[in-house]
């Protein structure tokens, strides 16, 4: 099989530096990578590797080889509405959101923004994600095509609404019948994955709900994805409506959509009660601090959820999101730890959007680290991107360098993007 090697810095966090202390982070001033069939044959020191892959052809770079990025948490249809100024989560749905959301019953214009979403994730560096689609199969087919075509890792899954607003509304038998279809289509291509999706609770019946609960118990190797506690008036309609649950997270646990297939995202007004549960599930989190930022939903505590040991992804959520850059959605968390009172690791902040936000997708075998085994997704990161980033980071520490790309960083900072061992994007190209 063709066999090649990358020459150059390379970084990568394997484990939660936050258990495995200094011993979680890999680096490498001259390393290694060896990539075969898509796959990592080695990764490490040059001088180690060299004496066993002497014959393979090498590639050097300049800059910093990451694993590719996991994005736990994004909405593909809100492509065009990201920056929309003015409200809160729930009239931000129906003043901006639900109308642009109608529009992917049309395939052609699902196909078009498929293929622009995916090529600004590559742009990005994100070689996974955990994607909203909308309640319409063709916004669904739509992603998975694009998807395969770029050999992208990618989970979606179409949105369970049956009470939601004119245009974006399914029933529990075609919510079902519309799950299942995709599952059958999609199952076992590429890198694919679906996600059972319910919205969030108060745009499903309780038939429904229980409706999801099933599917993702028939279907072991599926996700369930929705929202849980983004934003105060959220939590003040679930409720109203669910008087009977103990929290918002319990309204799901009736219906068995809470465990460790399950990815929330936002999580930002919890109860050590829940989070006790999330981490007894084995659920996760995904963080979306620009988007809890700009909806003005509150701070995500990071800190507490440790305290638990949930288990942490990081999501741009675009369109509330402002960002589909994960190095500046990781320059945004820091921001948020900080008015929480803790300050994030910027090595803690790398493994959160890549190992642990694969972990989360349950793909963690797949991607993430890559270690011996996983696929070959990457990132080469510019540390002089900028004019400001390079003055910022020449002769910085590691720890500096890595911190600066995160608060400084963003699309200019991902000088080329390769997926299973094949250069996907390059920014000077
Ligand atoms: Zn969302």
């Known amino acids: 099989m063709n066999r090649r090697a990358f020459r150059g810095e ?13 011993e979680a982070v890999r680096h490498e001033v001259d390393g290694l990578l060896v990539v075969e069939g898509g796959k990592v044959l080695a990764c490490g020191a040059h001088a180690d590797l060299a004496p066993r ?15 590719g990025f996991v994005d736990a948490h994004v909405h593909y249809p809100q492509t065009e509405r990201i920056a929309s100024h003015g409200e809160q989560l729930l009239q931000w749905l129906e ?9 992917f019953a049309d395939s052609v214009h699902a196909e078009a923004i498929a293929a622009f979403f995916l090529d600004e994730l590559l742009r990005n560096g994100t070689t996974s994600a955990l994607v909203f689609a909308t309640v319409h199969a063709t916004a669904v087919d739509a992603l998975f095509a694009a998807a395969l075509a770029r050999n992208m890792r990618v989970t979606t899954g ?19 019948a519309g799950t299942e279809a995709l599952i059958a289509r999609w199952r076992g291509k590429g890198r694919l994955g679906y996600a059972v999706t319910p919205r969030f609770a108060v745009t499903s019946s309780d038939e429904q709900l229980a409706d999801a609960g099933r599917l993702l118990a028939e279907h072991p190797d599926v996700l369930m994805h929705t929202h849980l506690s983004e934003n105060i008036g959220e939590i003040a309609a679930v409720g109203e409506r669910f008087t009977e649950a103990r929290d918002y997270l319990d309204v799901y646990d009736r219906f068995g959509l809470v465990g460790p297939r399950s990815v929330f995202a936002h999580c930002v007004h919890m109860s050590d009660e829940a989070l006790a549960r999330m981490a007894e599930a084995g659920a996760g989190i995904a963080f979306c601090p620009t988007s809890n930022l700009f909806l003005g939903s509150g701070l995500f505590d990071l800190a507490h959820a440790d305290a638990h040991g949930v288990r942490i992804g990081i999501g741009t959520d675009i369109g509330a999101g402002t960002s589909l850059s994960v190095l500046h959605t990781l320059g945004e968390a820091y921001k948020v730890c900080q008015m929480r009172g803790c300050s ?25 680290a890559l270690e011996p085994g996983q696929e070959a ?3 080469i990161l510019d540390p002089a991107a900028t004019p400001l980033l390079a ?6 520490t590691l720890f500096d360098r890595l911190f600066a790309l995160q608060v400084l960083g963003d699309d200019r900072a991902v000088a080329s993007t390769y997926v299973a061992g094949e250069l996907a994007h390059a920014r000077d190209a």
């Open 95 to 103: 003043r901006h959101i639900f109308p642009a959301e109608q529009a």
């Open 53 to 67: 892959f002497g014959d393979v052809l090498v590639e050097t770079f300049e800059g910093i080889l990451v694993p």
């Open 344 to 368: 994030l690791d910027p090595f803690r902040a790398l493994y959160l959007a890549t190992q642990s936000g694969a972990n989360v997708m349950g793909i963690g075998d797949k991607v993430g």
């Open 10 to 22: 390379i970084l990568r966090v394997p484990h939660d530096p936050r258990e495995a202390g200094p």
């Open 158 to 176: 179409k949105v369970l609404m049956d009470l939601g607003p004119e245009g974006l509304r399914d029933s529990v038998a075609e919510g079902r």
């Open 377 to 379: 997704d990457f990132v």
């Open 391 to 396: 003055r910022r980071t020449r002769g910085a």
